[in-house]
């Protein structure tokens, strides 16, 4: 479902009515008249509407996380908050830009419209911008060809909705101005090969062997990659992402249910709640 076109009808719908209503309608009626009740709905939700439509078209929007492609920054369930203008303001349900605010930067955790299907929002990590030759050999991240600064920061152990248990080598990264941990498991390969889409846009750009790859991002595209590195469908298997398809930078962890249960269970402090995303 397009939320955001939903919630375009309902106020398109609720203020023609309004405005119907007090242009003419409203002159007709008594004044103690009952307002008939379409007009009574729409008088009362409009304003809501409203709220909510510029909130989320323009400010702010939350998200819930449906895989662990980003683990271990990001769990299974996680609601985040989405800031929507940092990239420019775009306009609601074509999705764009109308003023140039700012642009994706190396590090990044950013919601996007995948490319194969827009329908569907995806969420990674940009680590490639317009220009940049992005390389990944033996589990080793290269920018412009420098190794990206790691540090080996341990296991992550996870059991999740939807995963079984995970158990993983972590490692403490610099991407840009942000500082974030990433994850590898031993005997998973760099790059699936034999899964390469072979027809994307600017697969040229690209170069593929059993060790990893390396590829030069276009301009007005970005290369994205999951923090959980061998468990994540990225632009390594299907290509860049345009400008176009950006919709916001992910900022905030503001709830994960399972999370909450966990706290009234053992009676401590939340952990993952109102966190910062690196």
Known sequence: MNFALVLFVALTVT????????????????????????????????????????????????????????????LIGDFILVNKFEYGIRLPVINKKVIA?????????????????????????VVGVPGDVVEYRDKQLSLNGKPVARTASGKFEYTGEGLNYVVGDTWSEQLGRHAHTAMTMKGAPS?????????????????????????????????????????????????????????GRAFFIWWNFEDFLNTLKTFSAPSRIGLSIP
């Open 15 to 74: 203020g023609l009515i309004w405005l119907l209503d007090h242009l003419f309608l409203a002159r007709h009626r008594a004044a103690d008249a009952r307002l008939p009740v379409l007009v009574d709905y729409s008088k009362s939700f409009f304003p809501v509407i409203l709220i909510v439509f510029v909130l989320r078209s323009f400010l702010v929007e939350p998200f819930k996380i449906p895989s662990g492609s980003m683990l271990p920054t990001l």
């Open 191 to 247: 790059v699936n090969v034999p899964q390469v889409i072979g027809d994307f846009p600017f697969r040229d750009n690209c170069r593929y062997d059993d060790s990893g790859f390396k590829c030069t991002v276009p301009q007005g595209h970005y290369f994205m990659m999951g923090d959980n590195r061998d468990a994540s469908n990225d632009s390594r298997y299907w290509g860049f992402v345009p400008d176009e398809n950006i919709v």
């Open 101 to 125: 605010l700012g642009s994706p930067q190396n590090g990044d955790v950013m919601v996007f419209r995948y490319p194969a299907d827009p329908s569907l929002d995806y969420i990674k990590r």
